[in-house]
Nanobody, 118 residues
């Protein structure tokens, strides 16, 4: 059974930082494309950042480029998202996603709330 468990969300002031974690079981994160999505109230879920399985290449939404960093610790089978210089518009539920393109399989975590407010 595959499980993705996010943690690290919370309330932070504008300009602050958070580090989200996604601990995986049932899959090996190094063999999957791992993504972070977010969904704000009344908006569609959007891709924030991703890291590929083969060469660890990363990609970011324009809105977070230069502020967020995605990384992977294969020994811990965990993916991280470092959120820096947070803005109120970053407020959303952040979801971890594991994607295996050739099998067209996706797994999702339950989400972690990030609230940026003074």
């Amino acid at each position: 059974q595959v499980q993705l468990v996010e943690s690290g969300g919370g309330l932070v002031q504008p300009g602050g930082s958070l580090r989200l974690s996604c601990a995986a079981s049932g899959i090996t994160v190094s063999r999957w494309t791992m993504n972070w999505y977010r969904q704000a109230p009344g908006k569609e879920r959007e891709l924030v950042a991703g890291i590929s399985s083969v060469v660890d290449s990363t990609n970011y939404a324009d809105s977070v480029k230069g502020r967020f960093i995605i990384s992977r610790d294969n020994a811990k089978n965990t993916v991280f998202l470092q959120l820096n210089s947070l803005k109120p518009e970053d407020t959303a539920i952040y979801y971890c996603n594991a994607h295996f393109d050739t099998l067209r399989v996706d797994y999702w975590g339950q989400g972690t709330q990030v609230t940026v407010s003074s």
